[in-house]
């Protein structure tokens, strides 16, 4: 499984951002999620997808705020970003894996990760 990340940028506080994960081999997994890390912390949850039926998952940090959505046909995972604020600064990661319902969150569930995309917010 191949993920490759594209779509961070700099924008100004307010600002939205879409995040694009495309994924080869996506068979092998079951959910798509999005995490990110930011300088000094450790990486967090922030959305997940599954491929089949299309259950999604957020961090309460960002529902209602970001929307994380796909296209089956062109195995490409979204993460619109809405109402961006200098603590969604991170680098975000991309992660395909085969959690269950109850560990959809955690990072320790997903096995294949991209190279990450950057995302800055000035205020």
């Known amino acids: 499984v191949q993920l490759v990340e594209s779509g961070g940028g700099l924008v100004q506080a307010g600002d939205s951002l879409r995040l694009s994960c495309s994924a080869s081999?996506?068979?092998?997994?079951?959910?798509l999620g999005w995490f990110r890390q930011a300088p000094g912390k450790e990486r967090e949850f922030v959305a997940a997808?599954?491929?089949?039926?299309?259950?999604?998952y957020y961090a309460d940090s960002v529902k209602g705020r970001f929307t994380i959505s796909k296209d089956n046909a062109k195995n490409i995972v979204y993460l619109q970003m809405k109402s961006l604020n200098v603590e969604d600064a991170a680098i975000y990661y991309c992660?395909?894996?085969?959690?269950?319902?109850?560990?959809?969150?955690?990072?320790?569930?997903?096995?294949?990760w991209g190279q990450g995309t950057q995302v800055t917010v000035s205020s």
């Open positions: 992660a395909g894996g085969r959690p269950i319902t109850s560990t959809v969150r955690q990072r320790e569930a997903y096995g294949y």
């Open positions: 081999g996506r068979t092998y997994t079951r959910y």
């Open positions: 997808i599954a491929w089949s039926g299309g259950t999604t």
